[in-house]
């Protein structure tokens, strides 16, 4: 699929940035919908579409301009040979429920780790640092929305499992802030059910 035609023109450092409305944009998010990763299917986004999704992924506020986050990438045989691996390790603690969960990392045709890498010493706050990852988890799901794909964002049990961290290279103070599972849907998403604004919204009255 070729990219869309937009203005991808690098700003140098220190250049001013147009705020630009854009009815489409306001479109994208009003209707946004994660697709259930196991009808994700081919065809993924190409390799230009992938690197255009990192880069709109890293534009997010970034309290100190620290970059505390990482991606990894999968090419199809990488990611196999994990899922391999983390069904071996489920497999010797007898986790059934623990093997039929790897089905949401085996299906989708592309898969990024997106890993919560904190700046030591924390010259600002852990947790804004770790939101910070977050926010590039939700920008590589509009983004992915954007380009007309499936997208759907999760962690699982081999997120916070520490010999499933060391499998993926995590180091000491990483987590994973999210697999973000991108492809085709072979079936449209249903909506769910959506907060009550009036439950959570409120007015601060002194």
Known sequence: MSLPD???TPIAFGQPVAQKKSAEVLDVL???RSAPAPTLDLPAPSEDEIDLLIKIGFR???HGKLGPWRI???TP????????KLKTLAESRDDRKAVGALQKLSIPP???????????PYKKPLWE????AAAVCQNLLIAAGALG???NWITDWYSYDDDAKALLGLTAGENVAGWIFLGTPTEAPLERERPDYEARVSWWEG
């Open 60 to 62: 997010v506020p970034d």
């Open 6 to 8: 937009f203005d991808q």
């Open 149 to 151: 794909y499936g997208a």
């Open 30 to 32: 009003f209707h946004r």
């Open 72 to 74: 990894v990438r999968f």
């Open 77 to 84: 045989e990488s990611k196999a040979k994990l899922v391999e």
């Open 110 to 120: 592309e898969a990024l780790l997106v890993i919560s890498s904190p700046v030591f």
């Open 129 to 132: 640092q770790q939101l910070s």
